[in-house]
């Protein structure tokens, strides 16, 4: 921490290049990428990730589309992903309820050299795993199906390789005692050696199971069993003799067969670029840090540092308000809340022990909305500050306020695939009321979820919503789903007890 203090001048200032104009917004049919580079290149790349899109979705098929376009912000420089993370790593991403986001390591190639865009395959599987799917997955699969499509490169003739052994390394050391404890891995670890060790050997049992015809039906019924509720000890027993599998995969020379994969018909992306603003770039590292919520008191002061020197920007005055908010959700219920804590998320007490006020959250938002009155994600925040209000209030037979949460949420509310945050609250609006929800709000947050179905506090809401209209069945199966996620695991029991 003492680092971090230290250094925070340094580190906004490398959250700004020198030069502003390099960087770019390109926005395609199914993804947003912020880089800093040529605009020709730029371009090439967003056609390379829109091709991989379709290649993920040929040897993975979705269940369901993606409702949001997730955010890539790209670097050439790992000290500043490490910074954002705090740990080694050269990508992170995640579907936050807010927005589906990566920020990956990326250094354009040199002249008639291909680049390296292994860690941009990597989210774009990762992404696709966790919301183009019902079912929930272990970390360890969706870590090792990820950290497969990463070794892809591009052929000259616009075909993917995938596998290459120069990038697909032999994987030492394999027994069945280090297969097991990757099977049972629930959170990160906080060694580097050993999250990478783990990420190691999830690849090498991983892909041969996606790809290899004679464990066809193995990762199905195994996925069955995981979001059935069994332990993943159990689960792991659909694998079948891990001693066996582990004996054969120490032995091979390769972890899987190369893959090639064609892109067929050939089609050009439709994509809008743009220049980003001086505001938009001076937020990217602190954006990412406010939403991966690595260190809440120190972002909320470099946002709150970053509206004296870009005091009209409706978008820094949010992301300082979002800031100032994660913390008083901290300061409520002793750490980050499931669903907003909302529901059943967090028992029947809120925690209360040192309060962090929302009043600077409340002042920011609403200059974000002065300076910007459209801003939906500003929109969103104030409705759900007000919302939190009513509840700590404990009064429910106020129409008019609630009626004013509504007022803010509903337009947003209306295309939940974009907008499944604030479908969600306006749902709950009614629950915190209670009041039944109108089969409109319902419809709404089911498609919230259905649409954004890697994102647990969706699920969450969906499920408790369900059981409160009496949809047992279904409910459980969802809330059972949940089980084996430690950010969920125990919410979910709470409100399968609750259930009646």
Same mark, same amino acid.
């Given at each position: ?181 990757? /099977? ?5 670890? !906080? #060694?580097? @050696?050993?999250? +990478? *060790?783990? $990420?190691?050997?999830?690849? &090498? %049992? =991983? ?15 195994? /996925? ?5 509720? !069994? #332990?993943? @000890?159990?689960? +792991? *027993?659909? $694998?079948?003799?891990?001693? &066996? %599998? =582990? ?29 980003? *603003? ?223």
């Amino acid at each position: 921490m003492m680092l971090r203090i230290g250094f925070a001048l340094w580190a906004l200032c490398l959250a700004i290049p020198a030069s502003a104009a390099d960087w770019l917004r390109a926005e395609s049919e199914h993804y947003v990428i912020h880089a800093r580079m040529d605009e020709a290149e730029l371009r090439a790349l967003v056609q390379t990730i829109e091709d991989f899109d379709r290649v993920l979705h040929g040897l993975m098929p979705g269940e369901t589309w993606h409702g949001r376009k997730p955010e890539f912000y790209l670097t050439a420089d790992p000290r500043r992903i490490r910074r954002v993370v705090d740990f080694g790593a050269s990508a992170v991403c995640e579907s936050h309820a807010e927005l589906p986001m990566a920020y990956a390591l990326y250094t354009p190639g040199a002249q008639g050299e291909e680049a390296d865009a292994g860690e941009i395959f990597y989210c774009l599987a990762s992404l696709h795993l966790e919301n183009a799917f019902f079912r929930p997955k272990p970390m360890w699969l969706s870590a090792g199906l990820s950290h497969f499509f990463e070794t892809a490169v591009r052929n000259p003739d616009g075909s993917f390789l995938i596998g290459t052994p120069r990038r697909l390394q032999r994987v030492q050391g394999i027994t069945p005692g280090s297969l097991g404890d990757t /099977l049972v891995v629930r959170t990160r670890h !906080r #060694s580097e @050696a050993d999250y +990478a *060790r783990f $990420l190691e050997l999830s690849r &090498a %049992l =991983a892909s041969p199971l996606l790809l290899e015809t004679r464990f066809a039906g193995v990762l199905d019924r195994y /996925l069955d069993a995981y979001a059935g509720g !069994r #332990s993943m @000890a159990e689960a +792991a *027993r659909e $694998l079948g003799d891990l001693d &066996a %599998l =582990a004996r054969e995969l120490a032995r091979r020379r390769v972890v899987a067969p190369v893959r090639r994969v064609v892109v067929s018909p050939h089609f050009t992306a439709n994509m809008e670029v743009r220049p980003m *603003r001086a505001d938009e770039i001076a937020l990217i590292d602190l954006r990412l840090e406010r939403l991966l919520e690595t260190r809440p008191k120190a972002t909320s002061d470099d946002l709150r540092a970053l509206t004296n020197r870009h005091p009209e920007s409706a978008l820094v005055w949010y992301e300082y308000a979002a800031a100032e908010y994660v913390r008083v959700q901290h300061s409520d219920f002793g750490g980050r809340p499931v669903f907003r804590g909302f529901g059943f998320s967090n028992g029947d007490l809120i925690v209360m022990t040192n309060p962090h006020s929302d009043a600077e959250a409340w002042r920011a938002v609403n200059v974000a909305l002065a300076i910007d009155p459209g801003l939906a994600e500003a929109q969103r925040l104030k409705a759900e500050i007000m919302l939190a209000r009513l509840v700590r209030e404990g009064n429910p037979d106020d129409p008019p306020s609630y009626d004013e949460v509504r007022k803010l949420l509903r337009p947003l509310a209306r295309t939940p695939e974009r907008h499944p945050l604030a479908a969600a609250l306006y749902h709950q609006t009614y629950i915190e009321q209670g009041r039944a929800a109108p089969k409109s709000a319902a419809r709404q947050l089911e498609r919230a979820f259905v649409h954004n179905a890697g994102v647990g506090d969706f699920r969450y809401a969906q499920a408790t919503a369900m059981s409160r209209r009496g949809e047992t069945g279904l409910a459980r199966g969802l809330l059972i789903s949940m089980l084996n996620d430690p950010a969920f695991s125990a919410a979910a029991l709470r409100a399968l007890e609750a259930e009646p």
